[in-house]
């Protein structure tokens, strides 16, 4: 793979340039995308110039970028991520019904947890989720439980690096992390009371894949009053074992070794679903109507 200055890669460095993009910072010019992406401004030039002609960056009339729409197509074809969040999203409902505050779906990335669908209400308890934004695994009640179902070498490094506190009650101590992820592994949930803010409490239960493992987490932020958690807990376990049984019967395969492909994708009638697939297996673009 071809390097750039100071041994970053050529792809490294134009992921610097749509990572310096977040929810706070949809429109940036061309120098806050150089000043973000710590990148010289003639290289942000020509980065932004390779990105835009692929479709990943649009460049507005007053001279801002903003994310392009070509990097949604490439997100709605990956099953991990919204695959999972169409699947999902009818069983969050259900307990968002119920709970009436917030109810959030999270999968493992890196060290934090990428939240990929969220509900909520307009007086709900401050909760720091958007859809697509992160929180550091040890923060929350998600990615906790993303973090004890992970591979040791990842708790070892989330452990040993530098933990961000939100309030005091944020776990920042390496063998407290590891106490509590011990208690979750064995409880089967986590429950994290003001670790983002005193306010607020954080419940979350994993979700099991077709394979076995953990695929995803999915929980909800509630006053932190000191009410007991079990309620919650079975609430979301019997939500985290509908998506489950859905995601088994998605991925089962349909014909021979070939799982069912884009009805594990999307939700809609039978019939436009064989049509989509008839259109795929002979090449033809679908098309609106």
């Given amino acids: 793979m071809a390097r750039g200055s100071a041994g970053r890669s050529v792809l490294q ?9 977040d929810a706070w910072h949809p429109f940036l010019t061309l ?31 007053d001279r801002t970028y903003r994310l392009g729409v070509r990097l949604w197509e490439f997100a709605s074809r990956t099953p991990g991520a919204v695959g999972l969040r169409e699947i999902a999203r009818p069983w969050l409902g259900a307990v968002h019904e119920r709970v009436r505050q917030h109810t959030q779906l999270g999968v493992l990335s890196g060290h934090d947890v990428l939240f990929i669908e969220r509900m909520s209400t307009p007086d709900a308890v401050v909760n720091a989720t958007l859809i697509g934004g992160r929180i550091p695994l040890h923060a929350s009640s998600s990615g906790l439980v993303l973090l004890a179902n992970g591979d040791p070498a990842l708790i070892s490094d989330v452990a040993g690096s530098d933990l961000k506190s939100y309030t005091e009650h944020t776990l920042t101590d390496a063998s407290q992390l590891r106490s509590v992820l011990r208690r979750v592994r064995a409880e089967g949930y986590a ?33 932190n009053d000191g009410t007991a958690p079990l309620p919650y807990v079975d609430l979301l376990r019997r939500a985290a074992a509908g998506v489950a049984r859905d995601l088994a019967a998605a991925y089962r395969p349909d014909v021979g070794d070939h799982t069912h492909g884009i009805r594990s994708l999307v939700t ?11 259109l795929a297996s002979t090449g033809a673009p679908a098309a609106e109507p």
Avoid at 13 to 21: G, I, T, Y
Avoid at 192 to 211: L, W, Y
Avoid at 214 to 219: D, L, M, S, W
Avoid at 268 to 278: C, F, H, I, Q, T
């Fill in 31 to 61: 120098s806050e995308i150089a000043d973000a992406a710590g990148i010289p401004r003639s290289s942000a030039h020509r980065l932004i110039g390779e990105l835009e002609r692929e479709g990943l960056l649009e460049r507005l009339p």
């Fill in 268 to 278: 809609g009638s039978r019939r436009s679903l064989e049509y989509l697939e008839s």
């Fill in 191 to 223: 429950v994290a009371d003001g670790h983002i803010h005193p306010e607020s409490r954080g419940i979350a239960v994993p979700v099991i894949g077709p394979s076995g493992a953990v695929y995803a987490a999915i929980g909800v932020v509630v006053p």
């Fill in 13 to 21: 460095r134009h992921l610097r340039v749509l990572e310096a993009f």
